[in-house]
């Protein structure tokens, strides 16, 4: 069972920057797609960005420029480097892992999910 664990969370003032991590236990992102959701209270979880197992990245518009999405095979760690924030990006960043090499952008297509980690921009 594959188990994932965010971190690097916190309170950022606007412009600021945080780095999210992930760390998986008993699996390799390889072969797989990995990816960060975000859900504000009151939203939807919606899709941030997502890494494939070739490194190819996608992004959501509305972090795209500011957010870069990355990850350390060798650590089993997902990483989501956060510049420039906005306090519409409050929210619980989640990762996840979909067994596929190759990635979609819909949370269902994921199959093992994180707790979350909070992003306060304020």
């Known amino acids: 069972h594959v188990q994932l664990v965010e971190s690097g969370g916190g309170l950022v003032q606007p412009g600021g920057s945080l780095r999210l991590s992930c760390a998986a236990s008993r699996y390799t992102f390889s072969p797989a797609c990995m990816g960060w959701f975000r859900q504000a209270p009151g939203t939807e979880r919606e899709f941030v960005a997502t890494i494939d197992d070739n490194g190819s990245t996608t992004y959501a518009d509305s972090v795209k420029g500011r957010f870069t999405i990355s990850k350390d095979n060798a650590k089993n760690t997902l990483y989501l480097q956060l510049n420039s924030l906005k306090p519409e990006d409050t929210a619980m960043y989640y990762c996840?892992?979909?067994?596929?090499?190759?990635?979609?952008?819909?949370?269902?297509?994921?199959?093992?999910w994180g707790q979350g980690t909070q992003v306060t921009v304020s």
């Open positions: 996840a892992r979909r067994e596929f090499w190759y990635c979609v952008t819909t949370m269902t297509s994921f199959n093992y």
